[in-house]
């Protein structure tokens, strides 16, 4: 069931919560629980999706944490953020000097 489907399927029932029966109304809002614990709030193309899954169940990471390691790092990458350390005038570096 979709997202949308979903959705609609909710609204329908509080416009008629007399009528339906309390079993069904709570397995509504049990999956409405889930659902909101499960977004992210980014919608993404599936295949993206499935990459991020995939990739964060390698590194141990839930899809929230991969996904905020990736912006951050970019957002890094590319000066949009400072580097979140500093070199230490005093520390030994290893080089080509």
């Given at each position: 069931?979709s997202r949308?489907q979903?959705?609609?399927e909710?609204e329908?029932a ?6 339906v029966p309390?079993a ?15 977004v992210?709030?980014l919608?993404l193309d599936p295949?993206?999706e ?5 990739l ?6 839930s899809?929230?944490e991969l996904?905020?390691t990736?912006v951050g790092d ?8 400072p580097?979140?350390y500093?070199l ?10």
């Amino acid at each position: 069931m979709s997202r949308h489907q979903f959705v609609h399927e909710l609204e329908s029932a509080a416009d008629r919560t007399a009528d339906v029966p309390r079993a069904d109304l709570q397995v509504m809002l049990r999956r409405a629980a889930l659902m909101l614990r499960n977004v992210t709030g980014l919608v993404l193309d599936p295949s993206v999706e499935e990459s991020l899954s995939g990739l964060a169940a390698e590194m141990g990471l839930s899809k929230a944490e991969l996904v905020r390691t990736i912006v951050g790092d970019w957002l890094v990458a590319n000066a949009y953020l400072p580097v979140p350390y500093a070199l230490d005038e005093e520390s030994a570096v290893d080089g080509n000097a």
